[in-house]
């Protein structure tokens, strides 16, 4: 099985910065669309970013210029770099990655969740 572990959230003030990490681990083949979500109090859950095996990503209108999401494949890892931040942003946010394990099962794995929360 595939084990997501999520780090690099906290309690920022507005304006400033915040990157976010999430590792896999397990006996991957290969790991297609890697991604990340967050979820607000009362809020529905929202894609934030997203970024394919070959590198193209994809953006919510309300990070898009703020927010890079990036991976490392010979680490399993993407992250999240979040920068001018809002008390907007404030939320849990979560990986999720879409893989496929050596005995060839695909998998849609998530990270157990990391708090960010912007306010002054």
């Known amino acids: 099985q595939v084990h997501l572990v999520e780090s690099g959230g906290g309690l920022v003030q507005p304006g400033g910065s915040l990157r976010l990490s999430c590792a896999a681990s397990?006996?991957?083949?290969?790991?297609?669309?890697m991604c990340w979500y967050r979820q607000a109090p009362g809020k529905e859950r929202e894609l934030v970013a997203s970024i394919t095996l070959g590198g193209n990503t994809n953006y919510a209108g309300s990070v898009k210029g703020r927010f890079t999401i990036s991976r490392d494949n010979a680490k399993n890892a993407v992250y999240l770099q979040m920068n001018s931040l809002k008390p907007e942003d404030t939320a849990v946010y979560y990986c999720?990655?879409?893989?496929?394990?050596?005995?060839?099962?695909?998998?849609?794995?998530w990270g157990q969740g990391t708090q960010v929360t912007v306010s002054s």
């Open positions: 397990g006996n991957i083949f290969n790991i297609n669309t």
């Open positions: 999720n990655v879409r893989v496929t394990m050596f005995n060839m099962r695909e998998y849609d794995s």
